[in-house]
């Protein structure tokens, strides 16, 4: 099988002749500074880095709804804008939601390779808690839900729209394997809002794009930190079909979100912090996780970008290691 296939089959439940072996999060750049200095070559795109160590090349184009110039935060999480007034003026500018000024050049380049089946396309959409928070800060964001309910509704509205119009146009030109909403919803303590504010403020909006976006065959997954074990339920109930990186640190168990979910889609799971203590502690964590691999719909990687702690020979040992377990299920 090849790698489209390969990813196809695990996505759907279906057999394959291994697990898929991949790094869905790009590594962190301390990470890469560090590598370079132990003889990784300088220069290589994800992609390159991802063939370079022999993992099944993932190819991802980002659809943001931010599409052109804004002023930046004053600081990490503040706002952007304040007002239902400064929203429309930039939206109106096309500075957010411009349609016409969407492009995939992953796609494109890697075009010939996904058409012989030697990598894989992932698209990601800022999701309805994602894009607010966004442009509204961290804290504000999270007062709106009382404060400002028709702006959220508003920029949710544009964002759905927005969504509908990308996946139009780039399914005309490119078959899509599956896709991530970007949220980062919860940390360790579980989800940062209520179900009734998610019922009130993303389902509608989720169970509008979710379907158009699985009639293009295309697999639907969330993206969010922290422990999505009570989320998760929400999250299916708007169509939506898997969820990563699960987290180990923030609480989650592979294992026993299959025993409550055993029919969802599952990417990650594999606890980051225990690479760097060498061949003992990776086989540990697989042997952890081994059950989840044996289930179908679950492709294993990092829970979250690989750590600089990770020197280039370990990481090749990881690599190694989760080729042999991935044969093995």
Known sequence: MNVRDRITAVLNFQHADRLPCVEWASWWDLTIKRWLGEGLPAGMNGVEIQKYFGLDPLVQQ?????????????????????????YLQYHNNKALHNIDAIGWPAFDHYKKEHDNGDVSFWM???????????????????????????????????QTDFC?????????????EFMTLAEDMSYNHGPMLSKEHFDEFLLPYYKELVPAIQSHGIKVLIDS?????????????????GILPLEHMAGV?????????????F??????RVIHLGEQAIRQEFERILPAMKSGGFIPSVDHQTPPDVDI?????????????????
């Open 267 to 272: 990417f990650g799971g594999y606890d980051k």
């Open 164 to 176: 509908l119009q990308v996946l139009e146009k780039v399914t005309k030109h490119h078959d899509i």
């Open 253 to 265: 168990d592979v294992n026993n979100l299959r025993e409550r979910y055993p029919d969802a889609v």
């Open 62 to 86: 980002w659809f943001g709804g931010r599409t052109g110039p804004l002023p930046e935060p004053k600081f990490f999480g503040g706002p952007i804008l304040s007002t239902m007034e400064e």
């Open 225 to 241: 930190d922290g422990d999505i074990s009570d989320c998760l339920a929400w999250f299916r109930e708007a169509g939506i079909e």
């Open 313 to 329: 020979d370990t990481y090749r040992l990881y690599v190694s290691i989760l080729k042999e377990y991935a044969a093995s299920v």
């Open 124 to 158: 990601t959409f800022d999701g309805f808690f994602w894009f607010p928070r966004l442009l509204l800060g961290i804290e504000p964001h999270l007062y709106s839900f009382y404060d400002q309910p028709e702006l959220l509704h508003r920029m949710n509205r544009d």
